[in-house]
Structures are given as C-alpha cells and as structure tokens.
C-alpha cells in the first residue's frame, strides 16, 4: 500500500500542522478527508479543502455524516435528555466516533495503509479516534504526530511560518470544532480553572435583543417544527433552530469534567438549540412520562451519555439503551413555548394532548376529585408502617 495516508482533517492548526508534516517530513501521500457533522456551511467546506490543497494534500474530500449522525446519535441523546454533568450536551465527544467511522470507512476505500489525526495526548479525542480505528480497520495503522511530538500549539504554528504557510494564526489560537449539535471552544483561559473566555472567542455574537416566543413541536420526542413550520428533516430542523437562537447568543457555557485519561477538562462551548432542544423536549415529558418511566430513563440515558463520552459508543448494551429510551417517547408530543432573551431563554409551558396533569383527578393543592379525607388518611397510615417499625425497634427519635 506504500505510504499512502488518510488524515482526518478540519482546517484548524492541528491538522494544519499534520498536513504540512506528514508530507515533507514523514514522506507520506496524504488525504485529507473531513468528516462534516452538519457544522459547516458550503462556503466554509470550499474554503477548508481549498486549504488542504495549499498546504499539500493529495486529494481532499468532504463526508456528509450529518445524517447519520442524528439517526443514529443525537435523536437518542434528545430522547435521554443527554447533558454531561448537567452542563454540556456532548457535543464533541459524540460526533467523534461518526467522524471516525466515516474517515477509517474511506481510508478502506481508497486502500490507504496508513490513517492519522491530529489529537494531542493530552486529551479525549484521541481514544475516541484510536479505539473507533481499531475497532473497524485493525489492520491500518494509526498515526498521531501532535501526540507523539508534544507538540504545545506554538510549536505547531513556528513550524508552518517556518515552512511558508500564511494564515490567521491569532485566530488559530482557539481550537474550534463545530458540529451540528454544538461548537467546542479550547484556547488558553480554558487550560486555567479562573478565567473564562472573552467574547469574541465564541463564534456567535449577540445581534437580536428584543425578547421572543417560539412554539417549539414535537412528536414521539423529535423535534418536528418551529413556530407551526415543518423541516425536511431533524438535521434541518436543529440547524433552524439554531439560526434563530444563536443571534441571541444563547447557549454559551464552560464545561467542567473528568476525561477518559484521568484528568480533569474544561472547555468552553456554543450549543444554543441542542440546549433549547433538550430542556424543552424534558419539559414535555415532565408532563407527559409516568414517574417510574422518568426515573428509570434518567438512569439509563446517563449510562448513555457516560459511554459516549468515554469512547464506548460500539459497546452493545448501547444498542439495547437506544430500544428503550425510544420506547419512552410513544407519547412525547405536543408543543413547547419558549422566551428568547439576550444569552438566556425561559421555558413558558407545554400544550399535549397527552398531559397527564389534564387527568382530571385532581388539582395539585388546590382541590381533590378522585380520594377522600379518609382515604389519604389510611393510605398515609400504611405507608409510614415501614418507617413506624425501624424506629421503634431501634428507638429512635
């Protein structure tokens, strides 16, 4: 196969440096491939491979996972109500492996020998690469020269000044990686516990103020329309939604975690309508789930999210995790009213037909139509038999 190499590419400095590298001081045939997750628009995708070219890349190609990413990723991350921590809707760490998936499957194609991306050792992504390659193509070698040189992010941009590559390297100082569910930001405030990033760091500003109520609709858990329209489909319907909500520039926040190696990471990130998306989308079931199904999904779409974090997206038992939480939507729909204001948003309320406050049973402290006085009286006195018993064996107070 001689040293004919695929890399994954996205036009950032890593990669940048892994290009320009590979081939005049590694002697490798590269091809950059860029796995897009629905980040990126036509333009940017031109301008990327217009700069695989520049910096020496055989061939460069664009693969379209976009699809295959929300069918198979992050419909279930909705149904689950997915956020790490609480906080980020793991938004690099599940696009990974699809971005993997797609790189190993054309380095296949083309009979490369070789495959490489431009991870440090510092980091998640690299076993997210490295485990997905192994999996697949055990057979193609893996290649990673910012890891295996310790390369800091300087260094990366001395040896393309030194070698003749003009970019704008003050720019290149974030490392930014977006996707449809969400854009990572790293840069020097995030390698610090106290300081946070300035604005301009994200890529969304601010440029609508006056507040703004949408209808949010979903059916059996997928989001469907906004504001009574439909979408061609749920990659369409995000991408909308984001358009919307991110002149708000909503969705900024720093995540705190603890990666696969054992460290502990902080990234910022950018994720207006992955976050709209999966508060609204809780906010339904709230209204429309039993309380045992809330619980038990809870627990499972945890387990859910952990394992895509942590680079297990292949594990079996996720397969299995998906059949149930899908399951759990067969009555997840309606609409959800959400406030847009500057960098925050409101949850209003929910319409469904399968809102089980409508039960008519009762009003929650206001009045009672379905039990008595007495019944809520014995039923009280059978509850507390349990607890009547342990304290007065062990005489407790």
């Excluded at 193609?140 to 990366?156: A, F, G, H």
């Excluded at 858990?221 to 009574?228: A, M, N, Q, R, S």
């Excluded at 206001?366 to 342990?390: C, H, M, P, Q, R």
Aim: with cysteine; proline share 2%; net charge neutral.
């Amino acid at each position: 196969m001689g040293k004919k190499l695929v890399l994954a590419f996205s036009g950032g400095l890593d990669t940048s440096f892994c290009v320009k590298y590979l081939k005049e001081e590694k002697g490798f045939e590269v091809y950059t491939a860029i796995a897009n997750t629905g980040g990126f628009s036509k333009a940017e995708l031109k301008t990327i491979e217009e700069k695989a070219y520049r910096l020496g890349a055989k061939k460069h190609v664009t693969l379209d996972v976009t699809g295959e990413y929300y069918d198979k990723c992050i419909r279930y991350m909705v149904y689950g109500n997915v956020l790490r921590n609480n906080t980020y809707p793991i938004s690099v760490s599940s696009e990974r492996v699809f971005q993997a998936i797609a790189s190993i499957e054309y380095a296949k194609k083309i009979g490369a020998g070789y495959i490489a991306h431009g991870s440090t050792g510092a980091g998640n992504d690299q076993v997210r690469f490295d485990l997905t390659f192994q999996v697949l193509a055990p057979e193609i070698e893996i290649v990673t020269p910012i890891r295996d040189l310790m390369l800091s992010r300087q260094e990366e941009i001395d040896f393309l000044k030194k070698h003749g590559v003009e970019d704008d390297f003050e720019k290149m100082q974030y490392s930014i990686n977006q996707g449809i569910w969400g854009t990572s930001v790293g840069g020097k405030e995030t390698l610090t516990s106290d300081k946070g990033l300035p604005n301009e760091a994200y890529p969304s500003q601010l440029e609508a103020e006056a507040e703004k109520i949408i209808e949010l609709g979903f059916e059996k858990g997928e989001l469907k329309t906004i504001d009574g329209k439909s979408f061609k489909n749920g990659p369409k319907t995000i991408q909308a939604l984001e358009e919307i909500a991110s002149k708000y520039a909503i969705g900024r926040d720093i995540h705190v975690g603890d990666t696969i190696i054992g460290i502990k990471g902080r990234v910022g990130f950018e994720a207006a309508a992955p976050l709209i998306i999966i508060k609204a989308h809780h906010l339904l079931e709230k209204h429309t789930l039993t309380k045992w199904q809330a619980y038990w999904k809870e627990q499972l779409a945890n387990w859910y999210g952990m394992f895509l974090h942590e680079a297990m997206y292949h594990e079996p038992v996720m397969r299995n995790i998906e059949t149930f939480l899908e399951a759990t939507q067969e009555n997840v729909s309606g609409k959800v009213f959400v406030k847009l204001l500057p960098y925050r948003f409101e949850l209003q309320g929910i319409e469904s037909k399968h809102d089980l406050m409508k039960s008519g049973f009762g009003e929650y402290g206001e009045t009672v139509k379905a039990w008595s006085a007495d019944d809520v009286k014995g039923f009280t006195k059978i509850l507390g038999n349990s607890l009547k018993i342990y304290h007065k064996v062990n005489k407790k107070i």
